[in-house]
């Protein structure tokens, strides 16, 4: 991210040194307003978004019943480069859009060497949880 910094400054302000700012634009501060129900998928190594603010939004959408699915890849980064894992996320991607947008879907089917994880399911985000 580092050289990307000053770029980003310009883009979408100092949500680092600017709390009033962060809160203002970050959707954590406006879970409320969360109409539309959410499918988050995420790399438990990402170096980008660290796994505690994907925890944070799904358990506070959660928590206020605000419908949210969290699929956690515990061994992958900033997008899923292993190929289990990339199917498994795409199979629960048709699921989710057939669920609430309707249409058909196939049915989903385990995925093996998929490393899928569920932190809503069994109330923990620290990433050692066991599959559906």
């Known amino acids: 991210w ?27 501060f406006h879970v409320d307003k969360i109409k539309a129900p959410l499918l988050i ?4 190594n990402d170096p980008r978004v660290k796994q505690a603010e994907a925890d944070q939004i799904a358990f506070s959408m959660h928590e206020k ?19 289990e894992n990339r199917i498994d996320f ?3 991607v048709e699921q989710f859009l057939a669920k609430h947008l309707g249409g058909r879907a196939e049915e ?3 995925v093996e060497g998929s490393t899928a994880r569920f ?9 050692d949880t066991s599959s559906e």
């Open 119 to 127: 932190p809503l399911l069994e109330g923990s985000s620290n990433g």
């Open 65 to 83: 019943g605000i419908p949210v699915e969290y699929v956690l890849y515990p061994d992958e980064g900033h997008g899923f480069a292993r190929p």
């Open 41 to 44: 998928g995420h790399g438990a």
């Open 90 to 92: 795409n199979g629960r």
């Open 2 to 28: 580092a050289p990307l910094g000053n770029g980003m400054l310009k883009k979408i302000g100092d949500v680092d040194n600017d709390p009033e700012f962060n809160e203002k634009i970050s959707p954590l």
């Open 108 to 110: 989903m089917v385990e």
